[in-house]
């Protein structure tokens, strides 16, 4: 008997996210009234799935919840949401992560996160979602898990292109980029890669072509003033949209959502990129890291055609 058809398969976080939105947040001994509260799914690793199914994509997802009421709520929106499930681990007396994501009027975020190491992904978890990561076209592989679930998901997933979410270190960083076909770094992570401040896109594009040349197609870093992506034979530098920003939440997932779903279907590098920043534009005007993507308008937004 044969399994759902999975896509892409993404290894990483999940989590209930509690979003409180707030006019200013309150210092020691003060209070502030929530000026709107959202509980949702959450998680980097169910934002990118979630993302990819809105995108037409089927997602599957290998993370870990508890074995509470608050992991199967999650696991069932999940699956409302087209995201395949049966290789997300229900850890035996394990809480499910909780995030609470606190936003002040201009839109910054400071996060309280409560993600225990039961629901953290093992190795053997990894091991035991071989199937789907060997027949997967895309594997998407957050690198803020542990490094043994991390190496577990890149030995399976030896025949996939590799999406990397964050930025390899250790003695074995060469190898983990080597073993991709994208890498994705945020602000942090990109100078994480980099060593140093990336104090201008012209950086950030040296940057790229030296994570290019030790094997990946293309890197997609994110700076203060926008998003680099470079690949073999080009790059691009796209600033930040001039759009209200609630949250900035989830915009990088939805970014490498629309960049993976975008590659998959075929896309040269240059269409993926000024769609994937669509994606993370559309993103950040709603609190939360829930994405809401539709590709139609992605696409109008972007100024490509269908």
């Known amino acids: 008997m044969t399994g759902p058809v999975i896509d892409v398969v993404v290894v990483g976080q999940i989590a209930r996210d509690l979003v409180l939105v707030v006019d200013d947040v309150p210092g020691p001994g003060e209070s502030a009234d929530v000026r709107r509260r959202r509980e949702m799914l ?12 809105q995108l037409g994509v089927r997602p599957g997802l290998v993370g ?13 929106q999940a699956r409302r949401d087209g995201i395949d499930m049966s ?55 957050q690198l803020q898990q542990p490094s043994e679930a991390v190496q577990a998901a890149l030995e399976h997933a030896a025949d996939a292109r590799v999406a ?20 994705r770094a945020d602000a942090r992570e990109a100078e994480m890669l980099a060593g140093d401040r990336l104090t201008d896109a012209d950086a950030a594009v040296r940057l790229g ?17 926008g998003n680099v992506f470079v690949w073999r034979g080009g790059h691009l530098v796209l600033p930040l949209e001039d759009t209200p920003v609630a949250d900035t939440t989830g915009a990088g997932d ?21 769609l994937a920043v669509a994606a993370a534009a559309d993103t950040v005007g709603r609190p939360g890291g829930r994405p809401d993507l ?9 100024g490509v055609p269908e």
């Not at 870990?64 to 069932?76: E, I, N």
């Not at 072509?209 to 003033?225: F, H, K, T």
């Not at 539709?294 to 972007?302: G, V, W």
């Open 254 to 274: 939805a970014l490498t959502a629309a960049l993976i779903a975008s590659l998959a279907g075929g896309d040269r590098p240059e269409r993926a990129a000024r």
């Open 164 to 183: 990397l979410d964050g930025a390899p270190s250790g003695t074995d960083r060469d190898a983990v980029l080597a073993a991709a076909h994208l890498v």
């Open 87 to 141: 290789h997300v681990v229900r850890r035996e007396d394990a809480e499910t992560g909780l995030i609470v994501d606190v936003v002040d009027g201009s839109g910054r975020w400071r996060y309280l996160e409560d993600l225990p190491e039961p629901v953290l992904l093992t190795g053997a978890d990894v091991a035991a979602a071989g199937r789907p990561l060997r027949e997967a076209a895309w594997v998407s592989v």
């Open 64 to 76: 870990v919840v508890g074995d509470d009421a608050v992991g199967a709520s999650l696991v069932g």
């Open 294 to 302: 539709d590709p139609a308008a992605l696409r109008a937004r972007a």
């Open 42 to 53: 959450g998680g980097k690793g169910a934002n990118q799935a979630v993302a990819l199914a």
């Open 209 to 225: 072509a030296d994570i290019v040349r030790r094997g990946p197609s293309m890197a997609a870093l994110a700076i203060e003033s």
